[in-house]
């Protein structure tokens, strides 16, 4: 009975220590999707901010101001900003914002490309023009 009983704690032991490394791998792959996630919404935000201020005002350095402003904890060497706009007042202005989010986790590089293309382009009318 004693053996038994041995035998089972280092078998768990043993299945523990071939799982764990899997577990850790999954926690971190999690851990960076979160981030990821993060920085998508941050972009989405700044695409917003600058199609807000494009659609109030013909300065598109203006809205590209508002754009990197409101990208507060994104590296801006890794953002880019693109104003498209179709005639007139009362036409679409098109903000599209681009950034090259890097892989930071360590050990979980190999599961995502790096970087990773994230964008928003959100569209809206031209009050100015």
Known sequence: MGRNRRSERGSAAVEFALILPLLLTMALALVQVGLLVKD????????????????????DGAAREAALRAAVSLDHDRLSVAIERE???GSAVTVRVTYHAPVVVPIVGWLFRSPVDL???????QEAG
């Open 119 to 125: 964008s928003a382009a959100p569209v809206m009318r």
């Open 40 to 59: 998508q919404l941050i972009v989405e935000e700044a695409a917003r901010a600058g199609a807000r201020e494009a659609s109030v005002t013909a300065d």
């Open 87 to 89: 005639d007139g007042s």
